[in-house]
């Protein structure tokens, strides 16, 4: 009954876990509170890296915008993926990671059991409706002993949470607007992706249809 009282108030954070393997779990809501400022922060660091389409190794146009921050960003071209310490588009260096991103990745890892994450890289992700990202999985990375700690916000989004192998079943989460999953360890090179987006209610403060995800990783050896 109390629960009901507040079932549709929105100042209530409602955080809890479910692990999905060995060293990766979905932290709901765990972002929720921050969600206004890092929303703000994507916005500023878009005003100097814009969010553009990368093309894939054989071609392909990516439907998810991307921009980065941190010392190094993830880019793509015909020539393969890689990290690069300066933005392609403009030549300066990526934007400074805000200490905001740093505290909520750092916060996050060490709440699913990872202490002293130390994120180098923050590759961000623009969803429209339709954008996906196909499975894959994160391995441009050279220390692969830190977790992937990836934030979401806006528009709900159907992640699918794969195996070591791309044909093993995925399990389908869906990530709304604050939850944060979290994988390293045993399962830090578990396949994952996102289905095709589906347009929906859009969370305040957002006004458009979109999704942004927040990928943090430790590229480089410390
Ligand atoms: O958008 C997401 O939830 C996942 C993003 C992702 O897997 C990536 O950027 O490598
Ligand atoms: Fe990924």
């Not at 009901?4 to 100042?11: I, R, Y």
């Not at 390293?184 to 996102?194: E, F, I, N």
């Given at each position: 009954m109390i629960e009901?009282?507040?079932?549709?108030?929105?100042?209530i954070i409602r955080q809890w876990q479910e692990q999905l393997a060995k060293d990766a779990v979905v932290l709901r809501?765990?972002?929720?509170?921050?969600?206004?400022?890092?929303?703000?922060?994507?916005?500023?660091?878009?005003?100097?890296?814009?969010?553009?389409?990368?093309?894939?190794?054989?071609?392909h146009i990516m439907s998810v915008g991307m921009t980065n921050c941190?010392?190094?960003?993830?880019?793509?071209?015909?020539?393969?993926?890689?990290?690069?310490?300066?933005?392609?588009?403009?030549?300066q260096i990526w934007p400074q990671m805000p200490k905001a991103f740093q505290q909520i990745a750092q916060q996050a890892a060490s709440h699913a059991g990872?202490?002293?994450?130390?994120?180098?890289?923050?590759?961000?992700?623009?969803?429209h409706p339709g954008s996906r990202l196909a499975l894959h999985q994160d391995k441009d990375?050279?220390?692969?002993?830190?977790?992937?700690v990836s934030v979401s916000l806006?528009?709900?989004?159907?992640?699918?949470?794969?195996?070591?192998?791309?044909?093993?079943?995925?399990?389908r989460v869906i990530l709304t607007h604050g939850d944060v999953i979290v994988w390293?360890?045993?399962?830090?090179?578990?396949?994952?992706?996102?289905l095709p987006l589906k347009d929906g209610k859009v969370p305040w403060p957002l006004q458009d249809?979109?999704?942004?995800?927040?990928?943090?990783r430790r590229v480089s050896l410390p």
């Open positions: 009901d009282l507040f079932a549709n108030d929105d100042s809501g765990f972002a929720y509170g921050e969600a206004q400022a890092l929303l703000q922060h994507i916005a500023k660091i878009a005003e100097k890296a814009s969010f553009r389409h990368f093309v894939t190794p054989n071609g941190g010392t190094l960003g993830w880019t793509s071209n015909k020539q393969g993926y890689c990290y690069t310490k300066t933005d392609p588009l403009s030549g990872f202490t002293d994450f130390t994120p180098d890289a923050c590759l961000i992700n623009r969803y990375e050279i220390d692969l002993s830190q977790p992937i806006g528009l709900s989004a159907t992640f699918l949470f794969g195996g070591l192998q791309r044909e093993h079943p995925c399990q390293g360890g045993d399962s830090r090179l578990r396949y994952h992706g996102v249809s979109v999704r942004y995800n927040l990928t943090f």
